[in-house]
């Protein structure tokens, strides 16, 4: 009993925080982007990209989300957007009271996009919601076709599924016979894009995809 | 105070069942390792190449952990070896309570070295001891160097640490200088293995590491 009670009450605190950030970012019609995958699938690599593309037309701010180091919050900042970097010393995911924090450091009237870099893990980040308006997941082809069915809730939650290092595909098994198979079974709806941070292959489908949902926010539908 | 007494019977709970299954594993001198990763680094490629080569003169067993699917399993069994799946059905690491119930399903008489490959994630499973002799991280080339400082709890613990893809390192901005800069400065006693299963290369050192630990155990020194 009493260990349910704990983590009900634990949920709840992140309900309602993750709840108040949210009104936040609604007021203001900022479209938020809570990014995920494993470590090393290309997330960071990806944000850059689309940063490049898009800075000079749109408000972008990042919330970078790591356990430690600002590695990847340098990374973005030479890119000159506004970015956090929120270190959880060794928590799996970010939370409400986590981005409550980093919201407070930014200057909300100057973002249209704001896109949170979760902790890099295929399992935790999937099950806190963080005020986004959509989880974006992440999946490398040098990682194998047969993780969406082997984690698969991160899959079914997305909107959207990259897959990235497409380049790399050819030195691998992976399948994508498979891979789209498996990613339809859990999730009918996602839209898929197969990207190359090396090649710069994939990212301008992805700019128009986040593109649009900005808009659309910003006009008041999602 | 009720969150704290909670965590902390939670973690009593697993010393508690883990230091049963120690007891029996190491009562029979089966050398343990516990196998760790990100998704897709190459665990389960791994210990098929060690299987392959050791079996025949070797009793090996595998404990396979995953949150769904019996995948791994399958790929293990095919050598002939006997494997337990172990489905977390969403947590984020195995725990003693599971592994306890992989150990009933082993015949342990017939077991010298018993691996068990953990859920893949680079956070989780570094803070739960499940009985094991060694913890053994590994990380792919693809994945990208600055991984051990951003997760460096598991390469901390780890007696092994495998490089893998070392095959795919010249498509990647791998740094192999900054890598084992940063493994030093975690860990300075770590073995450090560079492997590729698709070229079969550094295999048989990792092999021999192996068997000299077993035999170690055996002997009843560690």
């Not at 990847?72 to 000159?80: K, L, M, P, Y």
Request: charged share 30%; net charge negative.
């Amino acid at each position: 009993m009493a260990e349910i009670k704990v983590v009900t009450n634990m949920l709840r605190s992140n309900e309602e925080l993750t709840a108040q950030n949210r009104k936040l970012l609604d007021d203001r019609g900022i479209f938020v982007v809570n990014l995920m995958s494993s470590p090393g699938s290309g997330k960071t690599s990806i944000l850059e990209k689309v940063i490049f593309r898009m800075k000079n037309d749109l408000q972008i701010a990042v919330i970078e989300g790591d356990l430690y180091t600002s590695k990847d919050a340098e990374r973005i900042g030479v890119h000159g957007v506004p970015v956090v970097q929120i270190n959880t010393e060794g928590a799996c995911h970010l939370d409400g009271s986590m981005i409550k924090t980093a919201l407070d450091a930014l200057d909300l009237d100057r973002v249209r996009l704001l896109i949170i870099e979760n902790v890099g893990n295929l399992v935790c980040p999937a099950e806190f919601e963080i005020g986004e308006d959509v989880k974006i997941t992440v999946l490398s082809t040098v990682e194998g076709n047969d993780k969406p069915l082997k984690y698969p809730l991160m899959f079914e939650k997305s909107s959207a599924v990259i897959l990235n290092k497409i380049d790399l595909i050819e030195f691998t098994n992976f399948s994508k016979e498979e891979f789209y198979k498996d990613i339809r079974s859990l999730n009918a709806k996602a839209d898929v894009f197969e990207t190359s941070c090396f090649k710069d292959q994939g990212i301008d489908e992805l700019c128009e995809w986040l593109r649009n949902k900005v808009e659309n926010k910003l006009n008041g539908g999602m």
